[in-house]
């Protein structure tokens, strides 16, 4: 049995900036991933807004492309262009480099390490298959979208997007992003983020509620890559394939007793967009600061402050997408009509 201040289970970029931040201050800080390769496999579209090189320190590794623009698809033919200055990361060396930041800062890593249970004050956890319990002071919650930490908390993600991404070789460079929305992207949309040579090609839908949705999303995905091949945009030749579960329910509860959940596992994405690491970012770095705090000052109380600093800085921005997404599955029929309130590069989506 070993015992740490603070334990961190999941080293994505909400846990590992967490673990940095907790272990700042002195905390002894654990963190964990099943994963035996982090970053690996990537399940991400790979684009962030370049304010969040503010928060995050990083090397110009992580960062394939730059991008100032993001152009909108509609249904009907029109095209609207917004600024939207970002990045396209390389995910794997990206979530790698965090997680190196962490243990340089003296956080005990440990990779290939599950978290399976807990049982009063202790975590089961199965380090390549060794068993082996913790006794933390604090958990944080930094496992996804299907968190076991919040199973603990009943505070659960209970609804999701499904996507699919493959990667392609664009017919030219771009520096912008494309989105598309299509009735065929039930509940979502596709995009289209330029890699220097290539690009991921992704849409996300919502299985299953649609009975007309009964093509399958792969296929959904392939047909895209044709229109896009058509519009002489991409080659139509699959060079990987990567998807994942979006949480689109809207924030949760993230605090409870010593445990605190971050990103992914607190409902931290936006439920339009389906974007989170900025999210998982500022709030993993508000919970290792705080659960740090706590563990200095030798008062759990002080985790409560967590929950009121991220809700200060994404609250509004949280909620809007999620009522936003809500109208839009119930006005879907009217796609065309609608579009415009339900996506973030429209003046419509920000008016009440
Ligand atoms: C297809 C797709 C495209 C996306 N595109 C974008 C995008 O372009 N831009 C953007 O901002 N966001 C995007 N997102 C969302 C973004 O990837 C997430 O919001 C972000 O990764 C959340 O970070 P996180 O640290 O909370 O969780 P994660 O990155 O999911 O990390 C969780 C970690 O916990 C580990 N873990 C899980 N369970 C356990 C356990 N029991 N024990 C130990 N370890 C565990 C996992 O192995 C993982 O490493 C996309 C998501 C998907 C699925």
């Not at 152009?71 to 009907?76: A, D, G, R, S, V």
């Not at 979530?95 to 890593?109: I, S």
Request: hydrophobic fraction near 40%; charged fraction near 25%.
């Amino acid at each position: 049995m070993q015992h740490c201040d603070i334990l961190v289970v999941g080293a994505g970029p909400a846990g590992s900036t967490a673990a940095l931040e907790a272990a700042k201050n002195g905390s002894r800080v654990f963190l964990i991933d099943k994963r035996r390769i982090l970053g690996e496999p990537v399940q991400c579209a790979e684009f962030v807004p370049k304010l969040l090189l503010n928060e995050v320190d990083i090397s110009r590794k992580c960062i394939v492309q730059d991008v100032k623009t993001m152009k909108t698809y509609l249904q009907n033919g029109e095209c609207t262009e917004t600024y939207s200055p970002g990045y396209m990361l390389n995910r794997k060396i990206f979530d790698r480099e965090l997680a190196m930041n962490a243990a340089e800062k003296g956080v005990d890593l440990r990779v290939n390490t599950l978290c399976v249970s807990k049982l009063g004050n202790k975590v089961a956890i199965n380090e390549g298959g060794k068993k082996e319990l913790i006794v933390p002071k604090v958990i944080i919650g930094a496992d996804g979208s299907r968190s076991t930490v919040g199973q603990w908390i009943n505070s659960n993600n209970s609804d999701f997007i499904t996507a699919l991404q493959y990667s392609v070789p664009l017919v030219s460079s771009m520096d912008f992003t494309e989105i598309y929305f299509d009735k065929r992207f039930y509940g979502g949309y596709g995009w289209l983020f330029p890699k220097g040579k290539f690009a991921n090609v992704g849409a996300g839908v919502k299985l299953g509620v649609k009975s007309e949705l009964n093509t399958s999303l792969s296929l959904i995905v392939k047909r895209f890559v044709t229109f896009l091949e058509k519009n002489e945009k991409v080659e139509n030749t699959f060079l990987s394939k990567t998807g994942g579960l979006i949480p689109v329910s809207g924030p949760l509860n993230s605090i409870k007793d010593n445990i605190l959940l971050v990103g992914d596992a607190a409902g931290q994405t936006n439920a339009i967009t389906g974007g989170g690491i900025p999210q998982a970012i500022i709030c993993g770095k508000i919970a290792g600061q705080i659960a740090g705090k706590a563990i200095q000052v030798g008062d759990i109380s002080v985790l409560e402050e967590y929950k009121y600093e991220w809700q200060t800085i994404f609250w509004n921005e949280l909620n809007r997408s999620k009522l936003r997404r809500q109208f839009l599955e119930s006005n879907w029929g009217q796609l065309d009509k609608i579009v415009k309130k339900c996506w973030t590069a429209f003046r419509e989506y920000y008016e009440e």
